[in-house]
């Protein structure tokens, strides 16, 4: 069974910076492409970055530029780097495979979601 564990979440100042971990327990976790997405109360879930597992990535409009996703897959973990972070940055934020388990990203954001953690809270105010 696949689990996906997030933390690094907590209240940062407009314009700082945090990054997020998704600590992963699967088999050969280096064969799925890996996605980050966040949802606030009362809206929908919004994909924020998907990661091959050839290390290719996409990004959300609304982040790109501002946050990077990499993967240590010998340590299975997935990390979300957020900078010049902005008050409609805040969100619950959390790690997921899609529901198909695949390799790539052509399908994000728009795929199912598989396997997903419990999320993180990033709150970004003065």
């Known amino acids: 069974q696949v689990q996906l564990v997030e933390s690094g979440g907590g209240l940062v100042k407009p314009g700082g910076s945090l990054t997020l971990s998704c600590a992963i327990s699967?088999?050969?976790?280096?064969?799925?492409?890996i996605g980050w997405y966040r949802q606030a109360p009362g809206t929908e879930r919004e994909g924020v970055s998907c990661?091959?597992?050839?290390?290719?990535?996409k990004y959300g409009e609304k982040v790109l530029g501002r946050f990077t996703t990499s993967r240590d897959n010998a340590r299975n973990v997935s990390y979300l780097q957020m900078n010049n972070l902005k008050p409609e940055d805040t969100a619950t934020y959390f790690c997921a495979m899609d529901k198909t388990y695949t390799n790539n990203c052509n399908m994000w954001p728009a795929v199912g979601l598989g396997a997903r953690g419990r999320g993180t809270l990033v709150t970004v105010s003065s």
């Open positions: 699967a088999r050969r976790v280096d064969w799925f492409s």
């Open positions: 990661i091959a597992a050839d290390n290719t990535a």
